[in-house]
């Protein structure tokens, strides 16, 4: 049995979703100095401010070394300030100077967002996120097939 890779959805989200990080992080570099973990991880302060690094990293499904690095990068350039919670925590917010940066990036973000979904109505829109989240509600399913 072969793969039809013009169906197979796990590998079309995959080539779907690498070769959108891979421009973004080309282009936010160029314009921004940020690569698009550092836009993630920025972004995700932005909605979810006085939260932890590994609070965003079972949010989004990134690598932990990745972001902290990150967070490293944005603390370095006043992007991000953080606060102690317990022993070993950290919670982090958006400084002003992070807040300003996130909102020249997020045009862009949105921009890219639409040309993606040019020729989708209103609907087709509303259909296919629905179907996105369905899809992440569904992945405790998937990391249980195989191990029984």
């Known amino acids: 049995m072969k ?14 979703s690498n070769k959108m990080a891979s ?3 080309s282009l936010y ?3 921004f100095d940020l690569g698009v973990t ?4 920025l972004s995700y302060f932005e909605i979810h401010p006085w939260t932890t690094a590994s ?10 070394a990745a972001v902290s690095r990150s967070v490293a990068l944005l603390q370095e350039r ?5 606060r102690p919670l317990g022993l070993r925590k950290i919670e982090y917010s ?5 807040k300003k940066q996130h909102d020249r990036i997020i045009r862009l973000a949105r921009a890219r967002e ?9 609907e087709e829109r509303d259909a296919l996120i629905g179907y996105m989240q369905r899809m992440l509600a569904n992945l405790e399913a998937v990391r249980h097939v195989g191990k029984d």
Do not use: H, I, Q
Request: glycine share 10%; aromatic share 10%; with cysteine.
């Open 94 to 98: 958006l400084t002003p100077a992070g």
């Open 38 to 41: 550092d836009w993630r991880v």
């Open 55 to 64: 609070a965003a990293c079972d949010l989004m499904g990134l690598d932990k």
């Open 29 to 31: 570099r160029a314009r």
């Open 23 to 25: 421009s973004a992080s």
């Open 3 to 16: 793969l039809n890779l013009d169906r197979y959805v796990p590998g079309l989200l995959l080539w779907l």
């Open 114 to 122: 639409e040309a993606l979904l040019t020729g989708f109505s209103d």
């Open 78 to 82: 006043g992007y991000l300030r953080s």
